[in-house]
């Protein structure tokens, strides 16, 4: 698969992603292939990159099913993601549906902590994208 990531959204990916402990750590290289993936009772699934997403900030892959549609929620830390496969919409929770903007391959976005809103699968087939959280996993659903 050949994926092109704009120039904006790999600024982004920068400013969120931690900088080595010393210059003399080992590369991580994880093929896509070999990733370490596992689900949840609703069925996105999580490969993790880097650190524990239920302990500190970290970075993982995750696949949501077509036609996934998630409750309303919130989460505590910013998420940052870029658009591997798939096209997903993020909108926030109070906002026309209608307005989302359809993000696919090589798209960056980034939803505030604290910002109640809803994130789609839209396509017809399994969406996957790379995301990185400043601090832990959480999902805190809220009321309509």
Same mark, same amino acid.
């Given at each position: 698969?050949?994926?092109?990531? !704009?120039?904006? #959204?790999?600024?982004? /990916?920068?400013?969120? &992603?931690?900088? +080595? $402990? @010393? ?33 500190e !900030?970290?970075? #993982?892959?995750?696949? /949501?099913?077509?036609? &996934?549609?998630? +409750? $309303? @929620? ?19 929770a ?20 604290? /910002? ?8 017809d ?20």
């Open positions: 698969m050949s994926i092109q990531i !704009p120039t904006r #959204a790999l600024a982004a /990916l920068a400013l969120c &992603t931690a900088a +080595p $402990a @010393h210059a003399t750590d080992p590369i991580t290289a994880l093929p896509f292939e070999t990733l370490d993936w596992s689900g949840t009772p609703e069925g996105v699934a999580f490969a993790p990159l880097l650190g524990d997403r239920f302990a !900030p970290y970075m #993982a892959m995750v696949r /949501l099913p077509a036609g &996934t549609v998630s +409750p $309303a @929620h919130v989460k505590s830390a910013n998420m940052f993601g870029i658009m591997l496969q798939g096209t997903m919409t993020h909108v926030a109070n906002a026309d549906p209608s307005a989302a903007v359809a993000l696919s391959q090589g798209a960056f976005y980034m939803v505030p902590a604290g /910002l109640a809103h809803v994130s789609s699968c839209i396509s087939s399994a969406c996957v994208t790379f995301l990185s959280q400043d601090g832990t996993f959480d999902f805190l659903p809220v009321s309509p």
